[in-house]
């Protein structure tokens, strides 16, 4: 069990500010528009020319039953299976021209399903999405193949199908047990059914469960949040990720739902998750990176302790190939070097299928400092330490530099060959990583989430 210290409160007033979450490097919002359809087209056909290495793939499926208000997805409300079939249609179009510019019938090594509620989509639907992926893409039999479930619309019966699809890893949307806080986010589910899906998902051999949750968020308090991780634990997902909630109103107005002053302070908001440290690594995960925690034998475990731990646009994951191709809506991929995303407005994401052209709003020639600055960044994210050799292309003096005030503070340790993270500055790990960022990112509150 690791040693869960107290954080002084006049370190949170320094430190909780807005930055990035570095599930890419450099982050999104200072990717281009240069970046267009004819440079993805290009990364594509030099990526068909690496044969023989497997890729990931996502696949956004943003339609929900209905709008959660503290939701801070791309997510599209709808009642209509026609407009999910058209859109399944379309996701099918964009795979087969993808497919066309890479020339092959590419392996696959992952896949995952997000949204939005993938499980939203009816049956004919998705076994049409399955069915041609499996059709242009040779996916492995060992493929880790990942679906997000929303509860409210899952079954057994469901979890069943999903299985026969191929589906061998489930992340299921818990966020929060407490009847008081899921009226104030406008997302009412039943505890029942959870612990019945992860019966279920266990019973039906789905490799790896995960519950997402949330703190952060209004009516939460330390003693109803510790309830929510009682009972987590007596369900014993494989694996939990405990996000902060984002409330960015401006960007998401069906966050404007959610009064500011029904949120936790920020010293009520740490504690949430200093409980959760507390309370999942007693109960025997692991703590991993910023905010996962997996039991001892699961994947991303291992991974951990063998080294193949990464951080990508998924989050943490184990041993993922090094191109992501992404499809549908506000869909981020990584081709050969370079990032991409998908325009996230439904309408123009169809008619740009439409017309016969890749969906492509902006995106990132990754440079060979780029390169350097995101495998720091990932390295110290994943595994807390950093190896100065790493920093050596930077000027390691120099780089180093910018972390001397954080060992001042107790947040770092320089060790003879490696710098590494305190279990105090573990808390602070988002601020660390920020002093490997080349500076360019506008950390502004308008685009980043709070660091702690
Ligand atoms: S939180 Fe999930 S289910 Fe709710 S609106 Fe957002 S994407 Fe849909």
């Known amino acids: 069990m690791p040693e869960v210290p107290l954080i002084p409160h006049e370190l949170l007033d320094r430190y909780d500010r807005p930055g990035p979450r570095y599930t890419s490097y450099p982050p999104i919002p200072s990717w281009t528009a240069d970046f267009g359809e004819p440079e993805y087209r290009e990364a594509l056909e030099d990526l068909g020319r690496r044969r023989g290495d497997p890729v990931a793939l996502y696949f956004h499926l943003p339609f929900c039953v209905a709008r959660c208000w503290y939701c801070g997805c791309n997510a599209t409300v709808t009642r209509h299976d026609h407009v999910q079939e058209a859109y399944v249609g379309r996701i099918g179009r964009e795979i087969g021209m993808i497919c066309d510019a890479l020339g092959e019938r590419r392996g696959v ?62 992340s299921i949307g818990v966020q929060d047990f407490d009847p008081a806080v899921q009226a104030a986010i406008g997302r009412i589910q039943s505890e029942e059914t959870v612990g019945e899906l992860r019966e279920a998902a266990r019973d039906l051999g789905f490799r790896s469960v995960n519950f997402d949750l949330v703190y952060g968020l209004p009516a939460q308090t330390e003693a109803s949040f510790a309830r929510t991780l009682q009972r987590v634990v007596e369900m014993a997902p494989d694996r939990i990720a405990c996000f902060g909630y984002a409330h960015v109103p401006w960007a998401r107005p069906n966050q404007r739902r959610i009064e500011a002053a029904a949120l ?145 503070e107790g947040f770092v340790r320089f060790d003879q060959d490696r710098l590494a993270v305190t279990a105090t500055g573990r808390f602070f790990l988002r601020n660390l990583a920020m002093q490997l960022d080349a500076g360019a990112t506008d950390v502004s509150p308008e685009r980043f989430s709070r660091t702690v």
């Open 109 to 170: 090594a992952q896949v995952h399903w997000g949204g939005g509620t993938p499980n939203f989509l009816g049956p004919a639907a998705m076994e049409r999405l399955a069915e041609t992926l499996q059709r242009r893409f040779r996916v492995a039999p060992d493929a880790a193949v990942a679906i997000e479930i929303d509860p409210r619309v899952a079954s057994v019966e469901q979890l069943g199908r999903l299985r026969a699809l191929g589906f061998n890893r489930l």
């Open 264 to 408: 936790p302070h920020r010293y009520t908001r740490f504690a949430l998750f200093r409980r959760a440290v507390m309370t999942l690594t007693t109960a025997g995960y692991r703590w991993i990176g910023l905010d996962h925690f997996a039991r001892p034998g699961d994947e991303l475990t291992l991974a951990l302790d063998g080294g193949t731990l990464r951080r990508n646009f998924m989050g943490y994951v184990a041993d993922p190939p090094a191109d992501l191709l992404a499809f549908g809506t506000s869909g981020i991929g990584e081709v050969d070097g370079r990032f991409v995303q998908n325009d996230a407005h439904l309408g123009r994401y169809q008619r740009a299928i439409d017309a016969g052209m890749l969906p492509i709003v902006r995106g990132h020639v990754l440079s060979g400092e780029d390169r350097v600055r995101r495998a720091a960044i990932e390295r110290l994210l994943c595994t807390l330490e950093l190896p100065y050799a790493w920093l050596a292309p930077l000027g390691s003096d120099e780089a180093l530099a910018r972390f001397r005030p954080f060992a001042d």
